[in-house]
């Protein structure tokens, strides 16, 4: 058994200790860290070896923490955050580079202010592209290295970092009331999305029938339709504006949440800087629950 003096954690495994926690999978964890899974999963018995304590159930589909794991997880979040504000500290915030970074429409005014303040506070020399567009058209563009990261709608469960589940709600106008037109008039998401997807299984339930009017693959297509009186349409929560109403009624079927996750290109020729901002979006995106 090692003395406590030969106990030390290093850095790069609390680092990727914390992401395989947060993942629930080393595969996962090897596209965030960019490391091979041989090199996640000998962290993680370096970590249990010096601990002398198993820090993960190794169940068949997902990776959960033990009580030491639990316990870990918290000392090894704030010893990262103390690691990462003194390096700030001593060798200056003086990284360069230039990020492609996407992600839908629907997400901008509630999320993104607050991640560009962030990342640009920790490194104001990287320089960031921003590409908004509907996560059928980012995913591939991800594959390709055509983006170095993008926030999109999870589309299969092994997709990304999961940061949070957005709701979907029925949106309509003050001034028209629609509910009671048979079929019901809808604004619909683009074709082949994932929000497309859902809302037409909800929709397969409404008695009345549907009929869809309008289809766009931007928010602000589907928010101009709703405020001309020709539809109502399902947002996510996040996007819809103060002057249109959220619509309860039992006669709308109930939507479902989108789960949004974030990834970096496996492509991508700046998988270092993309790792700085794939990490920042978690910080500042991912669910606190």
């Known amino acids: 058994m090692l003395d406590m003096k030969d106990r030390n954690l290093e850095i790069s495994w609390l680092k990727t200790f914390v992401t395989v926690a947060h993942t629930g999978s080393m595969t996962q964890a090897t596209e965030l860290l960019y490391r091979s899974q041989s090199a996640i999963s000998m962290h993680i018995k370096n970590i249990e070896e010096t601990l002398g304590r198993k820090v993960f159930n190794r169940d068949i589909r997902r990776l959960s923490l033990t009580p030491a794991g639990k316990e870990l997880l918290h000392h090894a979040q704030k010893i990262l955050g103390v690691y990462s504000e003194a390096m700030q500290s001593l060798i200056g915030s003086d990284v360069r580079g230039t990020l492609s970074l996407g992600l839908p429409d629907d997400f901008v005014k509630q999320y993104l202010p607050g991640l560009l303040r962030s ?10 592209s921003l590409i908004c567009e509907p996560s059928l058209s980012l ?23 999961f940061l949070f589940s957005e709701p979907l709600v029925w949106t309509g106008s ?20 994932e929000a497309r997807k859902k809302v037409l299984q909800a929709l397969d339930a409404l008695e009345s029938g549907y009929r ?8 602000a297509g589907q928010i101009a339709a709703v405020e001309s009186g020709m539809a109502v349409a399902v947002l996510t929560r996040c996007s819809v ?5 959220v619509l309860r009624s039992s006669r709308l079927p109930a939507m479902p949440a989108l789960d949004v996750v974030v990834f970096a290109s496996q492509q991508s020729a700046n998988k270092s800087l993309a790792s700085l901002l794939v990490q920042e979006v978690i910080s500042v995106m991912g669910t606190t629950d």
């Open 212 to 219: 869809v009017v309008y289809s766009s693959p931007y928010i």
């Open 119 to 128: 990342f640009s506070e920790k490194y104001p020399f990287i320089e960031i």
């Open 139 to 161: 995913i591939p563009k991800i594959e390709s290295g055509e983006l170095d990261v993008a926030v999109v709608t999870r589309d299969r469960p092994d997709r990304g970092h």
């Open 174 to 193: 003050e001034t028209c009331n629609l509910l009671d037109r048979s079929p019901l008039p809808v604004a619909m998401y683009e074709y082949g999305s």
């Open 241 to 245: 504006p103060e002057h249109l109403t």
